[in-house]
């Protein structure tokens, strides 16, 4: 347990680095957080930002000055003790920040490769300014950059508002639909700016493995074991009891079964007045000796959270806005003292769970697929939670975890008519039978999300064949309202939203 609170020192920033004067842009964010001011001049360069912490969390530990460099991260680091190892004898900080500064200072941007974390940083070294993601792009970063003025931020819509700066884009990055000068950097990279011209140079620091590896059952179910017990660990914190989101299903009862023999966890299962998981999320709870609670929200009301789910992932895709919406209703329940939350999110892409096919090659090239196509959706964004005050953290998505799982041949991850069949071997002696067992089930599909929000536009007279094309109207619509516009959800009407997505769809049916 290698963290100090239940929150990390940033759960996110706003920065800008200036070859003359300027400061950090100033929102809006949707992170609820207070707000601590960084300024420093550098030998050629001024660099200021705006670190958005959480109560109790010490914001000195998400920056740090050392000599010319400026330092700043937002979220965590999981592999400390490995980056001490690689440091001289006495030149091993205790923040993430301080640790980041001293690899920097050894390694250049090439210490990124290193760390194994949830987070997003920046680095104001010299003229050079280096934005960087985690592997996953897990907490999401975008630039407006401009000669001498670049301005970064952990969430889109506080760029939004700015003057559309001059420049040429950014090699490798996406620009943000309906923000113009706006990227995103991508997933596993570092993108190094000098100030001055704005120039960029895009250097990857991870990608998935493309590689299968054939492994003996037993050692294939140790392997996975190992890791994701290690991952779990790892995400703990000292003296903080962690809340497991629990929906009985094999994903989050691995999760919640390896912090439960670490130590007393809460757990929390949520469903709607349509359908939920209750028994078998209930099942594992009792079998963990866990404090379960049930959380029950109508899905009129569950449906009305669609501009809040938009507003925090930043995302267009209709799809994970539907997988996304159940967990921000869930987190908005919460009471408002700040939790670390652990998901079984994600494990699907890995293992191809979702897929439910019996084929090799095509399981195959669905996790290529997958993976290949993750980036960029904000599935796992930490804002769907800071919104609230709260952290979560996905062991499935952890770095050594996911090389793991995405590298293991096909046939380990559907076997004897089991999908995701290496992760239920690994976990039997820890969970009930039946729940190792238990087919899958998604989170929007456990909960009724998707049915509904058909229902929704069925009603509204969107024919069957339109259905998902409306659907993508409406989170544009919402995104447009809420992201591009700098709308706050509350008042952002999801009605409204479905009158001007239909009206787009008849118009282009004319």
Known sequence: MAHHGTLPPALGFLAAAHAGGGRAPEGPVATRALRAEVGEALSVQA?????????????????????????????????????RSVL???????????????????????????????????VASGARLCAATDHAGS??????????????????????????????????TRRVPGLPGVHQVPAGTVLELAVDSAGATLHRTWQPPSA??????????????????????????????????????????????????????????????LSDEFPQAQVVARHLATDHSELVIPMDELLRQLPHTVWAAETLDADIIEYLLPLVGLYGRLPNTPRRILTGYGADIPLAGMHREDRLPQLDN????????????????????????????????????????????????????????VLRSAMTDLL???????????VHEGSGVSVAFTRLLSDNGVPDRDIATA???VVREL???????????????????????????RQGAA
């Not at 680091?77 to 490995?82: A, L, S, V």
């Not at 920097?104 to 920046?122: E, K, P, Q, S, T």
């Not at 190792?436 to 089930?441: D, E, F, I, S, Y």
């Open 366 to 421: 669905a996790v290529a697929h997958d993976m290949a196509t993750f980036d960029g959706l904000n599935e796992m964004s930490p804002v769907l939670a800071a919104v609230h005050g709260h952290w979560t953290s996905h062991p499935y998505w952890d770095r050594d975890v996911l090389d793991l799982l995405v590298g293991l041949e096909a046939g380990l991850k559907r076997r004897y008519g089991h999908d995701k069949w």
């Open 88 to 122: 001289p004898d006495g030149d091993a900080p205790d923040g993430d920040a301080g640790l980041l500064a001293a690899l920097f200072d050894r390694y250049d941007l090439h210490a990124f490769r290193l760390v194994n974390g949830r987070f997003a940083a920046v």
């Open 139 to 172: 907490v999401p970063l975008y630039l407006r950059p401009a000669p001498g003025d670049i301005h970064i931020a952990t969430e889109a819509k506080a760029l939004a508002t700015e003057a559309t700066p001059k420049g040429a884009s950014l090699p490798g």
């Open 479 to 505: 995104f447009d309202r809420t992201v591009a516009d700098g709308g706050h959800p509350d008042h952002v009407s999801t009605e409204g939203a479905i009158r001007t997505a239909l009206h787009r769809l």
């Open 47 to 83: 660099f200021s930002a705006t670190v958005l912490h959480g109560p109790g969390a010490d914001p000195g530990r998400a920056w740090t000055r050392v000599g010319d460099t400026v330092v700043v991260v937002a979220g965590e680091f999981y592999n400390q003790d490995e980056l």
């Open 212 to 273: 299968r590896r054939i492994l003996p059952e037993d050692e294939a179910r140790r392997a996975v074991r190992s890791a994701l017990e290690l991952a779990v660990g790892r995400r703990l914190a000292a003296g903080v009891k962690p809340l497991a989101v629990l929906s009985g299903g094999i994903d989050s009862s691995a999760v919640a079964a390896l912090a439960a023999a670490r130590g007393p966890i809460d757990s929390l299962s949520m469903g709607t007045d």
């Open 432 to 442: 009930p039978e039946e729940t190792v067992a238990r087919p899958k089930l998604g």
């Open 471 to 473: 659907k993508a109207l």
